[in-house]
């Protein structure tokens, strides 16, 4: 991938830089938050999934106007599991590990820290998962963003 071969899309707060891969587009978000933040959307067949969501209030209301005419088919929370006021009907994909990290590890002290250092900015509200993630092949087939009669999928 040629990181410099991209379109760019400016945002209320930040900017999208979206990476055409042929089936399948990278929309890499640069937040613009105190931390520099940067979330990413794969899309394929008009549809996204979101790996990794904002916490910041402003990058949330940027990010979610940006797909606000946008199908959004799920999230993977992985890391943080803070902003849950972004998507909050999207379906929510993180291991069991990830899941308790965000709620009682190590992921639930960072945000509490973002908390009283960033105030009303950051969104420390912990994302509700709605799929738990195991060991082994996930796999959603017929579903236009995960199967495609190419054989592709992500």
């Given amino acids: 991938m040629n990181k410099r071969n991209f379109t760019t899309v400016h945002l209320s707060q930040g900017e999208m830089h979206i990476y055409d891969l042929g089936g399948v587009r990278l929309h890499a ?3 613009g938050d105190p931390l520099a ?8 067949a008009g549809q996204f999934v979101v790996l990794e969501p904002p916490c910041f209030t402003d990058s949330i209301a940027a990010l979610g106007e940006y797909l606000e005419d946008k199908t959004v088919a799920g999230m993977l929370v992985a890391y943080h599991g803070a902003g849950a006021s972004f998507l909050r009907e999207v379906p929510k994909y993180a291991t069991a590990n990830a899941a308790e990290y965000a709620r009682s590890g190590g992921g639930k002290a960072l945000i509490d ?3 009283t250092a960033f105030g009303s900015a950051f969104d420390g509200s912990i994302h509700s998962i ?5 060991e ?3 796999t959603n087939r017929g579903h236009p ?4 009669s190419d054989g592709g999928g992500f």
């Fill in 29 to 31: 978000c640069q937040t």
């Fill in 37 to 44: 933040d940067e979330v990413f959307l794969l899309e394929k």
């Fill in 113 to 115: 820290q973002f908390t």
């Fill in 130 to 134: 709605s799929h738990t993630l195991t």
């Fill in 136 to 138: 082994g092949e996930v």
């Fill in 145 to 148: 963003v995960c199967d495609s």
